[in-house]
């Protein structure tokens, strides 16, 4: 069993919908980042958090620490969100380790 | 504020052939990461550095994967002799320190397909 779990593995969505992506992890962490990454394989870093909440324009990530539990939310979905979105943590005894879930292919459909 | 340039995009090679990505890091920041991302997988660790030394290569392959950084602030990773199963995106990341309260900034990725 991995220790970052995504779901769902890949989403399909029309252009408005609210968006949820989860992530479960089985280490106790130190952080935990959500990531996106379009084809071409760059990533960019939309998130670090290690509790509560943030939100970021049409973003929002959520973390609950008891639980090993962090959603993404993305409202007002569009095509230009359409990505991999994934998950990755810094484990407490990782030094500044990234370990990441699989990702969730995200297509925002017109 | 630049960011993390990594080259080449792609690069296409034979088995047992050899091959090197070099990877530049924002400016200032101490620590410097590669990692693998095999298709349809999430990115792992090859080696980190802090400054000009290794803090975790402990995912490395050592008798195929080489890294360095030298002067603390450009990297190479290579690989000599490639395996088909070494085809991959190779990414390098950097933050301003070790540390889980410290942001990555990735580069685009080195694109390898080994044939």
């Known amino acids: 069993k991995n220790e970052v779990e995504q779901s769902p593995q890949n989403l399909t969505a029309q252009e408005g919908e609210f968006i949820t992506i989860n992530c479960s992890y089985s280490v106790g962490i130190s952080a935990l980042h959500w990531l996106q990454q379009h084809p071409g394989g760059g990533i960019v870093s939309l998130f670090m958090l290690s509790s509560g909440k943030k939100k970021h324009g049409r973003l929002i990530a959520t973390i609950n620490i008891q639980e090993k539990h962090s959603s993404l939310h993305i409202t007002a979905s569009h095509p230009r969100d359409s990505a991999v979105y994934i998950c990755?943590?810094?484990?407490?005894?990782?030094?500044?380790?990234?370990?990441f879930g699989e990702g969730t292919q995200l297509t925002v459909n017109p | 504020e630049a960011g993390v340039a990594q080259s080449p995009r792609y690069k296409i090679i034979e088995k047992r052939q050899s091959v090197a990505f070099w990877c530049n890091p924002i400016s200032g920041h101490a620590t410097l990461y590669w990692y693998q991302q095999i298709l349809g997988q999430g990115p792992k660790l090859l080696i980190q550095f802090q400054n000009n030394g290794v803090v975790d290569d402990s995912q490395l392959p050592k008798d195929r994967f080489s890294a360095e950084r030298l002067k603390g602030v450009d990297s190479t990773l290579k690989i000599q002799p490639a395996k088909l199963e070494d085809s991959a995106v190779y990414l390098c990341?950097?933050?301003?320190?070790?540390?889980?309260?410290?942001?990555?900034?990735f580069g685009s990725g080195t694109r390898l397909t080994v044939v």
């Open positions: 990341a950097s933050s301003l320190q070790a540390g889980a309260n410290y942001g990555y900034t």
């Open positions: 990755a943590v810094v484990g407490e005894t990782s030094g500044s380790r990234l370990t």
